[in-house]
């Protein structure tokens, strides 16, 4: 299938490139001398694509071990850099992002910090997992959450109130604190 898709990418909306990288992802099927060439599809494509099918593109080109962080940081890049896709990107897209990031163990910061971004401004509509899955990126990669995805993460799986509105991150009020301060 890898050299199906090489062989007629041109044939293929951004759409199904999209759906073919995560489906090879999701089935983690690894070919390396396929690897490449579906860097070069995904870098082709990502300008066509909106915010969903670039982050289903990344998230899939983690699962299989891609190892080319330029790439993936400018495939990140088309979303956060771009008013249209950054509006158009959910909470769920933008986690998917960062896991794979996390994945690669890719230490991009503006990339990190504008999808986190993204999914403060949208915590209403962030699930758990998404919020488990930014944070758990932000560690592998040994970067410092936002506060208010810890806060968010603390009351929603653990319930917990940030006491004196110090957040969970902050060291006043009690035990714990901050590690990383």
């Given at each position: 299938y890898l050299k199906f898709l090489v062989e007629n990418r041109e044939l293929m909306t951004p759409k199904q490139t999209a759906q073919s990288i995560w489906a090879i992802g999701r089935l983690r099927i690894y070919d390396d001398s396929m690897l490449d060439k579906m860097g070069?599809?995904?870098?082709?494509?990502?300008?066509?694509?909106?915010?969903?099918?670039?982050?289903?593109?990344?998230?899939?080109?983690?699962?299989v071990g891609y190892l080319?962080?330029?790439?993936?940081s400018q495939l990140i890049r088309c979303i956060t850099?771009?008013?249209?896709l950054t509006n158009e990107c959910?909470?769920?897209?933008?986690?998917?992002?960062?896991?794979?990031?996390g994945r690669l163990q890719i230490r991009d910061e503006e990339s990190?910090?504008?999808?986190?971004?993204?999914?403060?401004?949208?915590?209403?509509?962030?699930?758990?997992?998404?919020?488990?899955?930014a944070l758990w990126a932000h560690e592998i990669v040994d970067l410092q959450p936002p506060r208010e995805?810890?806060?968010?993460?603390?009351?929603?799986n653990l319930g917990l109130v940030a006491a004196f509105g110090e957040?969970?991150?902050?060291?006043?009020?009690?035990k714990g604190g901050n590690k990383n301060k």
């Open positions: 070069e599809i995904a870098l082709s494509v990502a300008p066509r694509c909106n915010a969903q099918e670039i982050a289903n593109i990344v998230w899939g080109l983690s699962k080319e962080d330029d790439v993936i850099t771009s008013t249209k959910t909470c769920q897209e933008a986690a998917n992002a960062l896991y794979a990031l990190f910090s504008s999808l986190s971004a993204i999914i403060l401004n949208r915590m209403q509509e962030a699930t758990s997992q998404a919020i488990a899955n995805l810890l806060d968010c993460w603390a009351q929603e957040g969970f991150s902050g060291d006043k009020g009690g």
